[in-house]
Structure formats: structure tokens, C-alpha cells
DNA sequence: GACCTGCTGCGGTTTG
């Protein structure tokens, strides 16, 4: 079948390819990693069609899902052009939120035999009464970017979709598509839990060939200590979209994209038209179009965000830019994959560092990249929200017995652990809202009915299944025109901050705000060129450890051997470094201290990302606080972090007294962090997934304060009377894994204890701690009077 | 010498 498809289009099948068709056929389950643009889709797709084709049985045979709905569309695509090519009956469906209400219909009297889908819609097929009957044919299930998956709570809803499937069809098997990441075997352990059957992994030594630029300001001694925009090398930006034919601009956030693209504009207003930008916080219909013009390639630069990050293949693109670090190397080479997306072809990828240490990250991306020293994902574990989520999932539908599901319940790699208390304890949960909420209707979802768990409540079912899902996204005000016309999304807090007639730039576009009523924020064109951009809160990305420690093995290069370019660039920065202070070796950790009328600062450069900066920080803070009680104030990038305080800071006598200790992190973070804050902060989404709070019907929804005012009463009344909560324990776990980053603390921690430490008093701020210092004073004021602490900072450090 | 910060993803229409 294969070879008949491949005789028909002309090319030869790669090796992974025919060693897949090969393990499908012999009944195996297995991930498959392979670079994009190789052909993954046929590789599983021919092996999967064989298989049919050998024991024909009605209904769904396969279950192909993929995270975005614009890729189920692709893959979708893909496979129907096989089926249709090969003159094959075999028919595919697609499901996903944007499936009509008439084609869903149809699907429920006949299901396709291949269906593509998203994990949501799994479970939203979970959720429907029959489902047993929709999946007993069911003899493939396909995971496609599993990368992305694993690493999230919609991956373990993943591995509990699976474990219900497994059940149904014990012979079902079970492929995973993934990239490389630097823990691929347990990507595959993690996918296929703990069930038994044949399992292979399948990988390719063919390579995406990535050429990495560093653009390199031209005199580097004006090129700035601080900041992040990079706006300064917009003039070595110019040449290279011109001499290419469609040019990527990734920015880290969705502000920097709008400024970026503006800024261009000003600069360039030929580009007007052949440019645009793209962001999760445009409408849908603005994104269409952009993503259909790059396809068509009549773009010439797009700016934008992660948002085009994964997805449709864009073959016009020809180079990437990635502004400002990209914080991981698996990000950088997912971008720069969206250049020469054929095979063989080399993606081009070019990267602008926004202030003069970042030039390093050029060198050590390199690096990574050449070795293929990718980032772990890190599989979520016990989490407890999805699963109480997905109990009731079961219920809405058929109904589940304990027994049985307790025991497919823990084969997946996510629940493994789980005991039979804490599962009953689950249960006692969605039937009598635990131990606390007892009282309330409300939270007795479900009852048990000859020993079958059920939801009998049609309302309870029904708000049931719009909740379904783990993603938590804030109430945003919509943005649009006065006549009509939708523009996207901005945050609550930034709209407020603006009166009517004041303008702001958005979508490229400057508009004037006219009024705001139900969420919604009606707009007009504004003739002006003035106004505020808009900032929304998103995630913060911390440098990941594989590209930290690149980062310091880089630096400890300077002046020992021939070495990158970026790297001799810096020539006159790290003499500077060196002269006002020291450059640390690989085997020293340097401690800057300075005093200026601010105070008494302390500079640490451990070079681990901000998030273990912001612990780190604050546990030293506790700890130095015990030999002297002071209070601090604490500033963190990803290269270092500052303690300042109104009083000299005893740091030798710290150092002598276990600064570094790592045995008994746990307890002092406990004392030291307001954990219980940023627990109630993770609770929300927690309590959202759990079916808590209820986020509203669609298109009316509920406002992100009265979201946040349910769970912060929720957070409070198990804290106060049902400490053994197993939500609330998840949520300062979720804090110490995922804010704290506990274990790469402690990592770092360790390795400070084997260092030289070298402390320097100095004079003058140096390039090291001088970016750090704006970020605190960013913290503390308005952006102009940012500017003005600035220059008042200056005047201070030429007196010095 | 020195500007601005903070990603993405899916789902889907009742009742007070």
C-alpha cells in the first residue's frame, strides 16, 4: 500500500518510515521521533491503513490527537489525500470545537474510521453517554507532538483518556509522535504506562540542518548594559528581511511584538501591507488571514509571539529572527524549524540579543544546538484536579465502578502513586464535596447507584462538560470597533487604566477607546501617533538549566581558548567586568557588594533563571536574617539576583554559617517565601480544573476577580479546616516544582557549596549587576520615573 | 554607554 502511494508520487520512503510500517504491522506500540517535514504523518498513517485493511470492522479504528486544532486540520488533510489517492474507503472525520453542530450529528449515527481530534474533545467524547460503543473497534491511538503534551496537565489527560481506552480494547495500540527532547525514553514510558504488550522506540538519525547568526552590533561599546526590547539593532534587521523572501520575527512577549512592528513601520512604511503580526491576543479572523497570507507567501516579515511557534508549515518562510533570548534551546530550534520547512532544506535562524550579555546566549545556543543538548519535559505527577475532573467525566456519561477504574487508573506514569485512600478520598469529593463542602448541594456531583458513580443532574452534566479541559485562561475585554469588527483581546487591568478619548496601539493599529460595556471595549481609528502599548500578564519563561549552564561553560571560555564570535565580541564588556570586579570561572561563583544612598547591595550570580533567583534569593535572605535581623529587598534576572538592604549585609559570616546548605532547603523556603501566596495563586487554576469554581457559560464569562474571589474562599476554608486536602497539598507542590523549581535549587545549591566563591567590593556598578539593578527599580516606580531613578543612577555612578 | 516586559494551548449555550 506504502510502496504503491510512494510509486505514485514519486519519492523514495525513508528509512524510520519503513522501519514504522514494519513495527505497526508486528503489533508493536512505540513513539517515533522524527524531525518535522520528513514525512512522520505517513509513516504511522500507512502502517495504520494496512492494519485495517486487514480485519475491516465498522466505526472508529484510530484515534489520531493532535494539541492544535489548525494541526488536526493538516493532519486531517494529509490523511484524507492518502485515503482518496489510494482509492480507499477508509473515512476520516474531524473533531475539535470548531466542528459544526450538523457535522458532530452525523458523526454520532456513523463515526469515520479515522477521527482527528484534540485531548479535550477525547474527553468530551468520554463525557457521552455510549461512548463503549463509540471506541470497541478502536485499534490505534495516535499522540502527535507528545513533546508538547507531556509536560502539562493535558498530557495526563492524555494518559487517562489512554488508561480508559486500554481498558476497552486491552489489544489497542498506542504511537506517539515526538521531537527530540533530552528525555525521550520516558516520554515513551510516560505515553504507554504501565500496560504490557510490545513497545519500540523508532528514531532517525536524519537532522534538520539549523545555521545560527548572532546579529552583532556594530560598535558594542554603545550597545546597551540593560534593557530588552534589542529596538536599538533594528537597522541590521532591515537587510535581511529584504534579501529574504518571507521573514519569522519571534519576540518573547505580545508587547515587544506590537512595538517591534510598529517601530518597523516607522522606519520602513514601504512595508505597509507585506508586513503583519501575529499574537494569541488578536482575534481569530486577523490570525486566519495572516497565516493564510504566509502560506500563500505574499508576506514579506511577520512579528510575533510562541503563537506561531507550532502549527501549519509556512514553506515560503525562508529565515527567523529570534529578538531577545529565547530562554531554551528546544524553543530556538523550534523556531528556527519554521525556516526551510522541506527536507534537506537548512533553516536559518538569526538571533538579536537586547542588551550586551545576551550576546553570549548566541554562542551557547550554538553550542546546544550542534550537541543536541535539549531541555527535558517534565511529566506532571499526582495531579489530582485532572483527575477529579475526569471521575466526573466518567459519571456524566456510563457511570465508573471504584474498583475497576482505581486499578486502570493507576497504570498511567501520572497516578502511579496514588494510594486507595487518596483515591477514595477522590471519590468522597465529587459525591459528598469532601470532608468541608458536605453541606452544599452544590458539590454533590455525583451519586452512587448499585455501586455505579453517576451524575444524575442534567445540570450538573451540563456544566460538567463546558468545564472540561486544563487550560485556565483570565477574562479578557474584547476589543471592537465601534461599527463592528472584532480586534482581539486585552487584559481588564490595562483597558482600566485608560479613559475614554485616550488612544492605544493595537493590532499595528492606533485606536482611540470610546467607551467599554460588557467586557467589551468599543474602539475607534485614531488619526494621532500616540499612546500607550498594551501589556497583558502572561507567563514568565525562566532561562531553562540546559541553557544555563551552556551559558557559564561559555563564559568560562573568554581568554582561554580560540572561541566564538559572540564570545570576542564581549571582549570589551568582560575586560570592563574584569576591571571594575571579576569574571567568573566555571569553578567560581562571584559576589559583588556595593554601597550606594540606596543602601547595601549583594550581588549573586548563579546563572540558574529567575524563578530559582526569586527562591534562592529569598532563602538567603531568611538565612542571613538569622545572624542579624534586617529586612531586604530582592531584585532577580536570569543571570543573577541582588539583595539590598539599609544596613550592611554580614555575607562572610553567612558564607561561614552554611549560606549554601541544600540539606534542609524545604523547611527554610517555607519560612522564608510567602509559599501560602503563591499556593492560593496556583490554586485557582487547580480549582478551576477540579470543577470547583465554575468559569460561566460561554461567551458570558465569569469575571477573573470573581474566579479569583471563589477559590481564594475555597483556599482559605481547607486551609483552616481540611489541611489534608488533597488539591490544596497539590497546590504547594505545583508551587515548589514549578515556581520554586525545588530540585534545580537544590542543584545549584550544591554546586555553590563546591565553588570558589570570590567576593568583590566595588566602586562602580559593573556590566553584571547593572541590569539587575534596573529591575528592581522597575519594580518599585512608574516607567518615567524608571527613567529618572536611572539617570539619577548614572549621575551617582560618574560621581563614584 | 543606558526605554518601555512577560508565551501558548481547548472547550462551547442553561438558568436565576
Redesign the pocket.
Known amino acids: 500500500m506504502a510502496e504503491q502511494w510512494f510509486k505514485q508520487s514519486d519519492w523514495q520512503p525513508y528509512d524510520f518510515q519503513v522501519n514504522t510500517w514494519d513495527a505497526i504491522g508486528k503489533g508493536y506500540s512505540g513513539l517515533l521521533n522524527a524531525p518535522t517535514g520528513f514525512g512522520k504523518t505517513y509513516a504511522i498513517w500507512f502502517g495504520v491503513l494496512q492494519q485495517y485493511y486487514k480485519k475491516q470492522k465498522p466505526g472508529i479504528h484510530c484515534l489520531w490527537i493532535t494539541?492544535?486544532?489548525?494541526l488536526s486540520k493538516e493532519i486531517y488533510m494529509a490523511t484524507e489525500r492518502v485515503s482518496d489517492g489510494l482509492g480507499l474507503s477508509y473515512t476520516i472525520g474531524l473533531?475539535?470545537?470548531?466542528t459544526s453542530?450538523k457535522e458532530r450529528t452525523q458523526q454520532k449515527k456513523k463515526m469515520p474510521n479515522g477521527l482527528i481530534?484534540?485531548p479535550?474533545?477525547v474527553h468530551?467524547l468520554l463525557a457521552a453517554k455510549g461512548y463503549n460503543d463509540t471506541f470497541k473497534n478502536l485499534q490505534f491511538v495516535i499522540i502527535d507532538e507528545w513533546h508538547e503534551l507531556m509536560g502539562?496537565k493535558?498530557g495526563v489527560q492524555i494518559e487517562l483518556a489512554l488508561s480508559r481506552l486500554k481498558a476497552i480494547n486491552p489489544e489497542l495500540k498506542i504511537w506517539g509522535i515526538s521531537a527530540t527532547i533530552g528525555n525521550l525514553e520516558e516520554a515513551e514510558e510516560v505515553l504507554l504506562g504501565g500496560y504490557g504488550g510490545k513497545r519500540t522506540m523508532i528514531r532517525t538519525n536524519l537532522k534538520k540542518r539549523i545555521e545560527i547568526e548572532t546579529i552583532i552590533p556594530e560598535v558594542i561599546?554603545?550597545?546597551?548594559?540593560?534593557?530588552?526590547?534589542g529596538?536599538?539593532l533594528m537597522e541590521e534587521v532591515l537587510p535581511i528581511i529584504h534579501k529574504s523572501n518571507s521573514t519569522l520575527l519571534f519576540t518573547?512577549?505580545?508587547?515587544?511584538c506590537e512595538?517591534w512592528y510598529q517601530?518597523l513601520l516607522e522606519r520602513e512604511p514601504d512595508l505597509a501591507g507585506a508586513m503583519a503580526l501575529h499574537?494569541?491576543?488578536l482575534s481569530d479572523e486577523t490570525r486566519l488571514w495572516v497565516e493564510n497570507a504566509l502560506h500563500e507567501g505574499i508576506l514579506k516579515a511577520v512579528v510575533c509571539?510562541?503563537?506561531l511557534?507550532?502549527g501549519v508549515d509556512f514553506r515560503p518562510v525562508d529565515t527567523v529572527i529570534q529578538i531577545g533570548s529565547p530562554?531554551g534551546v528546544a524553543r530556538f530550534m523550534q523556531r528556527a524549524g519554521r525556516s526551510g520547512h522541506q527536507p534537506g532544506a537548512i533553516s536559518k535562524i538569526y538571533f538579536l540579543p537586547t542588551h550586551?550579555l545576551e550576546i553570549i546566549e548566541g554562542s551557547a545556543l550554538r553550542h546546544a544546538v550542534t550537541h543536541s543538548e535539549i531541555e527535558q519535559r517534565v511529566p506532571y505527577i499526582r495531579s489530582f484536579d485532572v483527575l477529579i475532573q475526569y471521575l466526573v467525566t466518567l459519571a456524566v456519561s456510563d457511570g465508573f465502578r471504584a474498583n475497576e477504574t482505581y486499578e486502570e487508573v493507576i497504570k498511567t506514569h501520572c497516578f502511579n502513586s496514588v494510594t486507595r485512600e487518596e483515591f477514595n478520598w477522590c471519590l468522597l469529593f465529587i459525591t459528598d464535596g469532601g470532608s468541608m463542602l458536605e453541606a452544599y448541594d452544590e458539590f454533590h456531583k455525583v451519586v452512587i447507584e448499585n455501586g455505579l458513580y453517576v451524575v444524575t443532574s442534567?445540570?450538573v452534566a451540563?456544566r460538567h462538560?463546558?468545564?472540561?479541559?486544563t487550560?485556565?485562561?483570565d477574562a479578557m475585554i474584547q476589543v471592537t470597533y465601534v461599527g463592528g469588527g472584532r480586534i482581539g483581546s486585552i487584559e481588564e487591568w490595562f483597558i482600566s487604566r485608560l479613559s475614554p478619548g485616550d488612544s492605544f496601539w493595537f493590532t499595528g493599529k492606533n485606536l482611540e477607546l470610546i467607551r467599554i460595556k460588557d467586557m467589551t471595549a468599543y474602539v475607534k481609528r485614531s488619526a494621532g501617533n500616540k499612546g500607550a502599548?498594551?501589556?497583558?500578564?502572561?507567563?514568565?519563561?525562566p532561562l531553562s538549566s540546559q541553557l544555563s549552564s551552556t551559558i557559564r561553560m561559555k563564559l568560562d571560555e573568554y581568554g582561554k581558548k580560540k572561541t566564538d564570535i559572540e564570545i570576542s565580541s564581549l571582549s570589551q564588556?568582560f575586560e570592563?567586568q574584569k576591571m571594575r570586579s571579576h569574571l567568573p570561572h566555571n569553578d567560581e561563583l562571584l559576589i559583588e557588594k556595593i554601597k550606594t544612598r540606596d543602601g547595601y547591595h549583594v550581588f549573586f550570580y548563579p546563572f540558574e533563571g529567575?524563578n530559582v533567583h526569586e527562591g534562592m534569593a529569598s532563602l538567603f535572605a531568611y538565612r542571613i536574617s538569622q545572624i542579624k535581623p534586617m529586612t531586604f529587598s530582592i531584585a532577580m534576572?536570569?543571570y543573577g539576583f541582588e539583595l539590598l538592604s539599609d544596613q550592611e549585609i554580614p555575607v562572610e559570616e553567612a558564607l561561614g554559617n552554611a549560606l549554601f546548605d541544600s540539606s534542609n532547603i524545604s523547611a527554610d523556603i517555607y519560612a522564608s517565601v510567602n509559599i501560602s501566596e503563591m499556593a492560593k495563586r496556583k490554586f485557582r487554576d487547580i480549582a478551576t480544573i477540579a470543577g470547583l469554581v465554575f468559569?460561566?457559560?460561554?461567551?458570558?464569562?465569569v469575571k477573573t476577580r470573581h474566579v479569583q474571589a471563589n477559590s481564594q474562599l475555597f483556599f482559605g476554608v481547607f486551609t483552616d479546616f481540611d489541611p489534608n486536602n488533597l488539591l490544596l497539598q497539590q497546590a504547594y507542590d505545583e508551587v515548589m516544582t514549578f515556581q520554586m523549581e525545588q530540585v534545580r535549587m537544590m542543584q545549584a545549591l550544591q554546586r555553590m557549596e563546591t565553588q570558589h566563591v570570590i567576593i568583590k567590593d566595588l566602586e562602580?556598578?559593573s556590566?553584571f549587576c547593572?541590569p539587575i539593578l534596573?529591575?528592581r527599580f522597575?519594580e518599585k516606580f512608574t516607567?518615567e520615573k524608571?527613567?529618572d531613578r536611572?539617570k539619577k543612577m548614572?549621575e551617582q555612578?560618574?560621581r563614584a
Open positions: 494539541p492544535l486544532r489548525a473533531r475539535s470545537g470548531d453542530l481530534t484534540t479535550e474533545s468530551l502539562t493535558r561599546e554603545k550597545y546597551p548594559w540593560g534593557g530588552h526590547l529596538i536599538k518573547n512577549t505580545r508587547s515587544q512595538i517601530r499574537h494569541s491576543a509571539t510562541s503563537s511557534d507550532l530562554k550586551s442534567k445540570r451540563m462538560r463546558l468545564g472540561i479541559g487550560i485556565v485562561s502599548f498594551p501589556s497583558w500578564q502572561g507567563g514568565r519563561m564588556l570592563e529567575r534576572n536570569d468559569n460561566g457559560y460561554p461567551g458570558k464569562a562602580k556598578f556590566p547593572f534596573t529591575e522597575r516607567n524608571f527613567e536611572v548614572l555612578l560618574d
